[in-house]
């Protein structure tokens, strides 16, 4: 078997193809990756041809110039990996390896692969982070959470007046970009993305149904907004911002369950996201929801991770390695 790996444009890749391979990742297709072009990103894909044919595709996004780039797929924790051909699952460790020793000669500032549908295995390049995710079972317009205070805050919501809509730029942009200014300060920092991604997301949005926007407002201000995509059969919820003033109306488990059970047709589970291992307030609220933690691989190469390589290497030529050969986790 002859296997070649390069790294391409993304509108040098056969969209096609990608769309096949990518299963219904929302995370894999062409308006999320250009999303990333308002904050100087570039779309690529590193492909892997087998015998001639191509076998598989890395979909992601490059940041920066010259030996300053870094590689992510996907940016903001957001789920990558490798897409294969059916024909060529017997191979898919080999084709990883490959993949992963490309990323190396690439030598990128920093490469992150989050890893959620496990499509990689490990390498001694990588250090391998666990991630978590909190995944709920629902279904049906009935459905609701098993801490029925949620239910009891959602039917408040309700009776205080608050509505929640589909969320249109024109109408609630600037009303928009005021809660993020304003989640960003309880969290004392910038807001993480400029008013040029959300215009584009929500463009996206507009013609892509994978988007789910959802607006909430009371009396005419800005309450509260959330962003869920579809990906291969979930709801993810993507962000979130709010007005603390309004949170006695209980905006977010209200536009949560709405959405739940109005926008969700055809989805299994919801997908809460990630938690960082800092934030155990948001890991509680989000087990008030039910559902299981499901553990996945995030594969990072930085230059501390690169050196843990090379040392790796030095020791077992030298015959001082020991274990499994794989860079440790830290």
Known sequence: MSL???????????????????AGSWFATAGFAGLWRTVDGTPVGWVVERDGRLAGVMPGVEFGHGPLTRFCSMPDGCYGGLLLEPEAEDDRAAIAAELFEALSARRYRGAHVFDFYQTLTRHPGFVVRAC?????????????????????????ATRQGIRVE???WARHGEGFLRLVELTALRHHAKPRYPRAFYQALADLAARDPRVVWRWCEHD????????YVRERGMLLAWHSYFDRRFSFLKPNPYIRLTTCRTAAAGLARMNLGSTPATAAGLAAYKRRWGGTRVTYPSYERTARAGLLAVLGGFRRRNGNGAGNGHASSD
């Open 4 to 22: 070649r790996v390069r790294c391409l444009s993304r509108d040098e890749l056969p969209e096609p193809t990608l769309e096949r391979l990518a």
């Open 166 to 168: 589909s969320f249109e």
């Open 132 to 156: 978590e995710a909190t995944v709920v079972e629902i279904g049906g317009p009935d459905w609701a959470p098993p801490d029925r205070k949620l239910v009891a805050q959602a039917r408040k």
């Open 220 to 227: 005419g201000a800005p309450a509260a907004s959330h962003i």
